[in-house]
């Protein structure tokens, strides 16, 4: 059987020999022969003699301009840390395991004073990524980024928001957030 261009194919179809065609992206070669490596269409690209396959639906990886969603799990002096586990407009999960951080200069365009008032570990934040290498820096200024869901700091339920401010309906307790103009209107699973 011989698989032409356009075809989809599921990981681990033979798709030539490598005689015949190089392995490119979405491929691999084993034996002498290269092999799909993950479920998407075939291209053969006849100028570099290479075999490739384009992903139906590729994983996400990150880069600068991306909108992230993560979790903050740090808080640290001038510092928070959070896990990115999706970018804004793709259907997957981010790639591999990806931490980013926020400096304090970059929460909000109005002074910062203690980056504790602004986020709480477990809140979820729409950031926007400002550099990938030699590690992930985010930026939460502008009125669409920030927290879109926060969680009580006593009871860790998740929060409604009050004017400008998140409030606990079981503790009655009010916190203060970096808060986006999104809150609440983003779907998101509960943890």
């Not at 996400?60 to 903050?72: H, L």
């Not at 586990?85 to 790639?95: A, D, H, Q, W, Y």
């Not at 980024?145 to 998140?166: H, W």
Request: aromatic share 8%; with cysteine; net charge positive.
């Amino acid at each position: 059987m011989h698989i032409k261009t356009g075809e989809l194919v599921t990981p681990g179809d033979k798709l030539g020999a490598h005689e015949e065609w190089m392995p490119g992206d979405g491929t691999y070669e084993r034996n002498g022969f290269v092999f799909a490596k993950v479920f998407g269409r075939v291209r053969f690209d006849e100028d570099k003699l290479e075999a490739v396959v384009d992903a139906v639906n590729p994983v996400s990886t990150v880069k600068e301009g991306d909108v992230i969603y993560g979790t903050i799990t740090d808080r640290r002096g001038a510092l928070a840390t959070m896990d990115i586990t999706l970018i804004e407009g793709k259907s997957r999960t981010v790639r591999t395991y990806k931490e980013g951080t926020i400096h304090i200069s970059k929460i909000s365009n109005d002074y910062t004073e203690n980056i504790e008032d602004m986020y709480l570990k477990g809140d979820i934040v729409r950031a926007k990524i400002i550099q990938v290498e030699p590690s992930i820096q985010l930026t939460t200024m502008g009125k669409s980024f920030g927290v879109v869901r926060g969680y009580c700091f006593n009871c860790r339920r998740g929060m409604g928001l009050q004017g400008n401010t998140l409030y606990c309906e079981w503790c009655e307790r009010r916190e203060r957030r970096k808060l986006s103009t999104l809150y609440g209107k983003i779907k998101l699973k509960d943890k």
